[in-house]
């Protein structure tokens, strides 16, 4: 994996920087050095998902004051609560009484990235926030990882935790993770929130290569590629998942960076002590990122049935509003909710985006949602 590869195809980098995972972490003086060479090579893309993992942090008193006083989840090194799914252990949080809302977080994040959501939503929802497998609090589990185990993991949480007709909500990689749930256990989705959805438009004029490979390309050239990946991925996943370099490449997503503190780097880096975090990070690197191009947002959109809210940073350097209009035209029963933020409106704006979802869910009516559109 060259960390000088601007040489990819025009229709490659589509896939890469429109991908179901999200793009975290690039540092940010090396991403304004390539962008104009390069709108994304391999090896910022490999930083953008460094979240997957990082180290813990000793000695943290996590005392950084709340956002302009605002309620915050307690961070809680040991997690809330845990469910078994298919063997892996997975983590959630649960607090309040009303319709369920589920809530579920962006690439190499977790359930405390939605610290000020939790408490305030909870005032008249009963909700839920989980960590999708491989990340935050839940497993580092060694599988082959796609984006529908996630869309299973959620489906079956709604089956066998919320046991009743939900709203679910998604950053990013969750974002994508949340519609493809919500198309595939439609009786049990009543509405579905979007906030700078990870996932891409096919196209349809676009072949994949798909010739067979040669006995030198099965038999030599894949596994030395394969050995260079790990040589390549293993130094950034080290050189990238410091506090430092984390907490520097938030502040270049976040456009009010007053919201990055020792809360929120620690809940990123605590989880990467797990010693399969960087096998996961690897696969996740080569495995799942780099093969994306069947999972498409049209495919998703064409299924859905229930009402849809998009809330956009407009200023996010990864995913720009032009992606929410283009899933308003192709959607119609879509509200869409334009901030001016960055990638993670939810932790950036909290205040803005509970107003505009609690308004949102005031209007939904769960019995007619359910209907065919």
């Known amino acids: 994996m060259s960390s000088s590869s601007c040489s990819l195809s025009p229709s490659l980098r589509s ?8 793009r975290f972490l690039v540092p940010s003086a090396r991403q304004n050095q390539y962008r104009s060479r390069c709108e994304m090579n391999r090896r910022s893309f490999a930083f953008r998902g460094i979240l997957a993992s990082g180290v813990s942090v000793t000695g943290s008193s996590l005392a950084t004051e709340p956002t ?7 961070f809680k ?32 994040a977790s359930a405390y990235h939605w610290r000020y959501n939790i408490p305030e939503l909870a005032k008249k929802y009963k909700v839920y926030a989980v960590d999708l497998l491989g990340f935050g609090w839940s497993e580092k589990a060694l599988i082959e990882y ?17 046991k009743e ?6 950053n990013s990689l969750g974002g994508f993770t949340a519609l493809v749930a919500a198309v595939g256990f439609p009786d049990q989705v009543v509405g579905l929130a979007l906030l700078n959805s990870a996932g891409q438009f096919g196209n349809p004029n ?14 030599v050239l894949k596994p030395l590629k394969e050995v260079f990946q790990r040589v390549v991925l293993g130094f950034l996943f080290w050189q990238a998942k410091q506090p430092a370099r984390i907490e520097s490449v938030l ?17 990123i880096t605590m989880p990467a002590a797990d010693p399969n975090a960087g096998e996961v990070y690897y696969r996740l690197m080569t495995r799942f990122m780099l093969n994306q191009s069947k999972y498409t947002l049209n495919s998703a959109l064409s299924e859905l049935r229930c009402p849809l809210l998009l809330l956009w940073g407009d200023l996010d350097p990864w995913v ?11 959607y119609p029963n879509t509200t869409l909710v334009n901030l001016k933020a960055g990638h993670c409106p939810h932790d950036e704006v909290p205040e803005l985006v509970n107003k505009s979802l609690m308004d949102w869910l005031s209007s939904l009516k769960p019995e007619a949602s359910l209907q065919t559109l």
Request: proline letters at 4%; glycine letters at 8%; aromatic letters at 12%.
């Open 320 to 330: 720009g509003p032009a992606k929410a209009n283009r899933i308003k035209e192709f």
């Open 146 to 162: 796609d984006a529908m185990v996630w869309r299973d993991q959620v489906v079956d949480f709604l089956k066998e935790i919320v």
């Open 206 to 219: 676009e072949k994949m290569d798909e010739s067979d490979e040669s006995i030198l390309q099965k038999f």
């Open 15 to 22: 896939r890469l920087f429109n991908s179901s995972a999200t």
């Open 165 to 170: 007709p939900a709203v679910i909500v998604g």
């Open 68 to 74: 302009q006083g605002m309620e915050r989840l307690p």
């Open 251 to 267: 502040k270049s997503v976040y456009i009010n960076t007053s919201n990055v503190d020792d809360y929120l780097v620690e809940s």
């Open 77 to 108: 090194p040991e997690g809330y609560n845990f469910w078994t799914w298919r063997g892996h252990k997975i983590h959630y949080v649960v607090q309040g009484e009303g319709l369920p809302i589920v809530l579920i977080h962006g690439f190499g």
